[in-house]
């Protein structure tokens, strides 16, 4: 059986540094799939490799059982694959809705020339409603990002890559900068995404959030594979305690 995601040997480099050295990993229909590693291990410049932020990669990238290989950005995401960033850029003076439906409209040559004749924004506002409700974020529908929270802010960032109605979204830091309360409220949220059909790649420092809510866990350092299993594994893991010496994060990390 095919995977959802297949990634083989995939190798991100900047000029002579090799940021991701082979690193090969799948993602299945209905996972929560976590991918961990110290500051500087080259989890954000995978999820780059991957999406095709950053040209020129090695490797192999399958998704549904069709190449990724040399595809844009924007044909990655047509595709179902989605990213969210780090850092949140929202359109401050657009509502938390309207955020939304920008990244809802996926034009095509053959959806311009419809709209053109018959303008029709019904599915758009479908997936956006969609993604809102599943994020709860229905409450702050018609207010502007200044007047969010920043953990409601990284909630936008989510359920702008959900309004794209995708079959995996990869997540990059979504729990960066939230307390305690928001992280466990958001992993709640992440947990259920599988329920929708939304898998899921995520990737964060939070280790009571990832060893919480993933399936499996891949752990790179250096841009190696050196660890994958489930979360009671990776725990136990020598190399993996090794790699987070001195923070204790991975030893002191409770599901």
Known sequence: MSHLLDVAALRVAYGGVVAVDDVSLHVDAGEVVGLIGPNGAGKSSFIDGLTGYLPGRGGNVSFEGSSLDGKRTHTVARSGLVRTFQSVELFDDLTVEENLLVAAERPTLRSALRDLIVPSKAQG??????????????????????????????????????????????????AAGLDTEESLAFGRRLRSLPGHGVSVLLVDHDMGLVLGVCDRIVVIDFGKVIAQGTPDEIRADPSVIEAYLGSGDVADAHG
């Open 125 to 174: 506002r479908e997936d956006v409603a969609w993604a809102m409700t599943l994020c709860e974020l229905d409450d702050v529908a018609h207010r502007y990002p200044k007047e969010l929270s920043h953990g409601q802010r990284k909630l936008v960032g989510v359920a702008r890559a959900l309004a794209q109605r995708p079959r995996l979204v990869l997540m990059d830091e979504p």
